[in-house]
């Protein structure tokens, strides 16, 4: 079976932050709905999480000379940050992209790239 990451690039952290708990359980609903839609599908999520406050956590990047520099906040020249993902297995790439459709219900934008396989 291939696997995937689908990755939400887009959310909005401060509209977040201010919306009620009614809030963010539509989007927990619609994250479920994802997961029914692509079990029916043959798929399943075998990982993955809502990550938190990405614009308070550590960057690090290559500095001058090679150096790791390491700074507050997102990478400076990054225009979106990554709220959350899921791992997924399954053989139906379609069938994927069929059942994560329904995301943009709650996320503005969702991402789907395959995992490349190491032998």
Known sequence: M???V???PVDNEQEWEAGSAADHQAVYDTDMEFARLLEKRGG???GGREL???SR???IRRGPNGTALVTI???AET???LSGFYLVTCDDEEGLVEAAQVLVRAHPAV???LVHEQD
Do not use: C, H, L
């Open 57 to 59: 956590t550590r960057a």
């Open 52 to 54: 938190a406050s990405s």
């Open 111 to 113: 991402e789907i790239r």
């Open 6 to 8: 689908v990755m939400f």
């Open 79 to 81: 225009a979106e940050q």
């Open 44 to 46: 399943v999520i075998t």
């Open 2 to 4: 291939a696997r995937y």
């Open 73 to 75: 906040g997102p990478y």
